[in-house]
């Protein structure tokens, strides 16, 4: 037999909360994507490689980034996830600051090591969080609300960071976010309540309502009998190999190729990344819960055509050698690159009970992260680095044009997830 156990909190609280949430994430991906725009100064300055500037964007974040967010997770599911997310919330945004001291590759990387140890702590507890403020037939919309941190954070990350370093230099601007990161923190932990686990939840029995959470093999075990969990996660990572790469290169792009200003390429990538976020999130969202609750697989069969529909979009904008054709193409696929994380996140919630939410996003995330920003970002500029000869200065719209394959391998996964979703769902 099912019950609920209580309903959820006034909507003028939830609506506070997931602000809240929203603006600690933004702050993470402020903190994460700075770093795209300042690899032109930082390049100039310290004498870096293309590929030298991928593993400090990709691989030294998502090292630690990946490998501490499923110990931390598991630490999430049993104790305050406010607490955990204030914590790391100023281990991040420290270590931001400290980029801005560092003198050679050898620092930074380890200063961006350390930024993602401090982001493995702000996600996952802020997945299950929001499942225990919003019910089932919210919960798209509500988890894609909260990915605008994504566009919202990786936007002004790169329009601030191309400003400050304009007017002053980009260490100031590591300096300038990090310190605003501390400045929030008492925000979370002293106005976000921590919320009974699975609340909003169909039970079967007072058994389920008692449970604590599992151990870490037998949530793996869960997961690794569900066809869904590794088609949502292996394509979510490949879509994420070409959409975190963008991120870090597109500003790059933009000075290479169209010989703009650092502030200039800052201000057109970050209102592109913006506008079209916001649409491409909050549209899958909508989606997902319009026709998701009669078709399981529809959660994953939306993002499918999504990254489908990507890729004349990227060919046209990519080759484009006019700026604003370039820009109003790419429009398109910035918003349709991003439309998955709100039906996908919230297809990953449903596949376990409550008490195992934070340690199966953990683990979705493990395989996203590591795949999708360790090697997205350092592939992109490893091909850049291998096809200079032959092409100098524009080598990078290249490798760039050369990642949306990725798109395709990631349809086709989500395509195979969506047929196993029905069978997989818990609830």
């Known amino acids: 037999m099912s019950a609920t156990r209580a309903g959820p909190a006034p909507l003028a609280y939830r609506s506070y909360v997931l602000f809240v949430l929203v603006l600690v994430y933004t702050f993470n991906f402020i903190d994460r994507q700075i770093v795209g725009i300042l690899a032109v100064p930082i390049k100039s300055e310290l004498h870096l490689s293309d590929s030298q500037l991928g593993v400090m964007g990709g691989l030294a974040f998502a090292l630690f980034y990946t490998l501490l967010g499923i110990p931390i997770a598991r630490l999430a599911d049993r104790v305050s996830r406010t607490g955990i997310m204030?914590?790391?919330?100023?281990?991040?945004?420290?270590?931001?600051?400290?980029?801005?001291?560092?003198?050679?590759?050898?620092?930074?990387?380890?200063?961006?090591?350390?930024?993602?140890?401090?982001?493995?702590?702000?996600?996952?507890?802020?997945?299950?969080?929001?499942?225990?403020?919003?019910?089932?037939?919210?919960?798209?919309?509500?988890?894609?609300?909260?990915?605008?941190?994504?566009?919202i954070g990786s936007a002004v990350g790169i329009v601030l960071g191309g400003f400050i370093t304009s007017i002053m230099s980009w260490?100031?601007?590591?300096?300038?976010?990090?310190f605003a990161g501390l400045l929030i923190t008492p925000l979370l932990k002293f106005t976000v309540r921590e919320p009974e686990r699975g609340t909003l939840d169909p039970v079967?029995?007072?058994?389920?309502?008692?449970?604590?959470?599992?151990?870490?093999?037998?949530?793996?075990?869960?997961?690794?009998?569900?066809?869904?969990?590794?088609?949502?996660?292996?394509?979510?990572?490949?879509?994420?190999?070409?959409?975190?790469?963008?991120?870090?290169?597109?500003?790059?792009?933009?000075?290479?190729?169209?010989?703009?200003?650092?502030?200039?390429?800052?201000?057109?990538?970050?209102?592109?990344?913006?506008?079209?976020?916001?649409?491409?999130?909050?549209?899958?969202?909508?989606?997902?819960?319009?026709?998701?609750?009669?078709?399981?697989?529809?959660?994953?069969?939306?993002?499918?055509v999504a990254f489908i529909a990507t890729l004349p979009f990227y060919v046209a904008g990519v080759l484009s050698t006019t700026l604003w054709i370039s820009f109003a193409v790419l429009l398109v696929p910035t918003a349709l690159g991003l439309a998955w994380l709100g039906p996908v996140l919230t297809a990953v919630q449903h596949l376990v009970p409550a008490h195992m939410r934070a340690t199966a996003s953990a683990l979705f995330l493990f395989i996203n992260n590591l795949i999708g920003i360790g090697l997205g970002t350092t592939l992109i500029g490893l091909v850049s680095d291998s096809m200079r000869l032959r092409f100098g200065a524009e080598s990078l719209r290249y490798a760039i044009l050369g990642g949306t394959g990725f798109y395709l391998i990631a349809a086709a996964l989500l395509i195979f997830a969506g047929r196993k979703l029905p069978r997989d769902w818990v609830g």
Not at 171 to 178: E, L, N, Q, T, Y
Not at 238 to 257: E, H, K, N, T
Request: proline residues 5%; positive net charge.
């Open 171 to 178: 260490r100031a601007a590591f300096f300038i976010v990090g």
């Open 204 to 304: 079967r029995s007072d058994a389920d309502r008692a449970a604590g959470a599992p151990s870490l093999l037998a949530i793996i075990a869960v997961l690794a009998r569900k066809p869904s969990f590794w088609g949502l996660s292996l394509g979510a990572s490949c879509a994420s190999m070409m959409g975190y790469g963008l991120f870090f290169w597109a500003p790059s792009f933009l000075v290479r190729s169209f010989h703009l200003s650092l502030l200039h390429a800052s201000l057109a990538y970050g209102g592109l990344v913006l506008v079209g976020g916001l649409l491409g999130i909050w549209l899958g969202g909508v989606l997902a819960d319009r026709y998701g609750d009669e078709r399981r697989g529809m959660y994953a069969f939306i993002p499918a």
């Open 86 to 151: 204030t914590a790391a919330l100023a281990l991040w945004s420290l270590m931001t600051a400290v980029c801005g001291l560092t003198q050679n590759f050898a620092q930074l990387f380890l200063a961006r090591v350390g930024v993602g140890v401090g982001e493995a702590g702000g996600v996952t507890p802020a997945y299950s969080l929001i499942c225990d403020y919003f019910p089932p037939k919210e919960r798209a919309r509500a988890l894609s609300a909260y990915s605008f941190g994504i566009p």
